[in-house]
T-cell receptor
Framework: KAGVTQTPRYLIKTRGQQVTLSCSPI?????VSWYQQTPGQGLQFLFE???????NKGNFPGRFSGRQFSNSRSEMNVSTLELGDSALYLC????????????FGPGTRLTVL | QKEVEQNSGPLSVPEGAIASLNCTYS??????FFWYRQYSGKSPELIMF????GDKEDGRFTAQLNKASQYVSLLIRDSQPSDSATYLC????????????FGSGTKLNVKP
């Protein structure tokens, strides 16, 4: 079956702009988690959505937000972009219950100039 | 103290040897343990997971879990150059099994 897909794969923005990233989970998966990965900080958890509700949240500022739709697809939004937001943004999906094996999408590489 | 700790490496092993990757975690409520492999420029891919104390084998990979000592390890037998990657350890907790805590990863180099 198809894996996790993310669009766009690459994005270049300038400081102050906002960006929206999209993630489509594996069919049947209801949980979508978002991560930021940078060389210095590693993989950092942003938030997790399950059945259109944010169930878990990491320690990121309010500029980072997300939502999930009824078909489990999820979007992540970053407003007022800063240079430090340049990173690989990964989403991962799972069934969201005790079968919590998580599978990652290919990621969106965001560059902020 | 970090939730999950890994030696950043690099760990260098010759082709055909056993590579041993280790991970320690701080919360005794941790329940599920995962190993991911990440090639440079790619996203992490799930290798295997383990929930119970002891060993779990899958092909050339063996995960070992010791909850009393709070560590989990990954053994790769007959290491191949294609195994060269960064290996990420992740854990979830019994009261929140959908929030993953990742280590910073160990870089493995398998030399031909």
């Amino acid at each position: 079956k198809a894996g996790v897909t993310q669009t766009p794969r690459y994005l270049i923005k300038t400081r102050g702009q906002q960006v929206t990233l999209s993630c489509s989970p594996i069919s049947g998966h209801r949980s979508v988690s978002w991560y930021q990965q940078t060389p210095g900080q590693g993989l950092q958890f942003l938030f997790e959505y399950f059945s259109e509700t944010q169930r878990n949240k990491g320690n990121f500022p309010g500029r980072f937000s997300g939502r999930q739709f009824s078909n489990s697809r999820s979007e992540m939004n970053v407003s007022t972009l800063e240079l430090g937001d340049s990173a690989l943004y990964l989403c991962a999906s799972s069934f969201g219950d005790s079968y919590n094996e998580q599978f990652f999408g290919p990621g969106t590489r965001l560059t902020v100039l | 103290q970090k939730e999950v700790e890994q030696n950043s490496g690099p760990l260098s092993v010759p082709e055909g040897a056993i590579a041993s990757l280790n991970c320690t975690y701080s919360d005794r409520g941790s329940q599920s343990f995962f190993w991911y492999r990440q090639y440079s420029g790619k996203s992490p891919e799930l290798i295997m997971f383990i929930y119970s104390n002891g060993d779990k084998e899958d092909g050339r990979f063996t995960a070992q879990l010791n909850k009393a000592s709070q560590y989990v390890s990954l053994l790769i037998r007959d290491s191949q150059p294609s195994d060269s990657a960064t290996y990420l350890c992740a854990v979830t907790r019994i009261y929140n099994f959908n929030k993953f805590y990742f280590g910073s990863g160990t870089k493995l180099n398998v030399k031909p």
